[in-house]
Nanobody, 115 residues
Framework: QVQLVESGGGLVQPGGSLRLSCAASGIIFSNYNMGWYRQAPGKQRELVAVISSASSTYYADSVKGRFTISRDNAKNTVYLQMNSLKPEDTAVYYC?????????WGQGTQVTVSS
């Protein structure tokens, strides 16, 4: 059974930082491309950042220079370091694992940026 479990969300003030984690089980983690997505109220889910199985990275323009995605294959975990957070970063953040036709999502973790 595949599980992706996100953690690390919460309430933070503008300009603050959070580090999200996504722990995977039931897959050969090192073979999967891992991504972080987010969905704000009333908006479509959007890509935030992706890290390939070879550790190449891609970022949405809105987070470039502020967020960093990384992975630890020994721990089956992908991270999203979020710095200089803005109110518009408020959303539910989801972890996604993809490999060929296989596509798995986590349940999400809430990030709220507010003073």
């Amino acid at each position: 059974q595949v599980q992706l479990v996100e953690s690390g969300g919460g309430l933070v003030q503008p300009g603050g930082s959070l580090r999200l984690s996504c722990a995977a089980s039931g897959i050969i983690f090192s073979n999967y491309n891992m991504g972080w997505y987010r969905q704000a109220p009333g908006k479509q889910r959007e890509l935030v950042a992706v890290i390939s199985s070879a550790s190449s990275t891609y970022y949405a323009d809105s987070v470039k220079g502020r967020f960093t995605i990384s992975r630890d294959n020994a721990k089956n975990t992908v991270y999203l370091q979020m710095n200089s957070l803005k109110p518009e970063d408020t959303a539910v953040y989801y972890c996604r694992a993809t490999q060929n036709v296989y596509d798995y999502w986590g349940q999400g973790t809430q990030v709220t940026v507010s003073s």
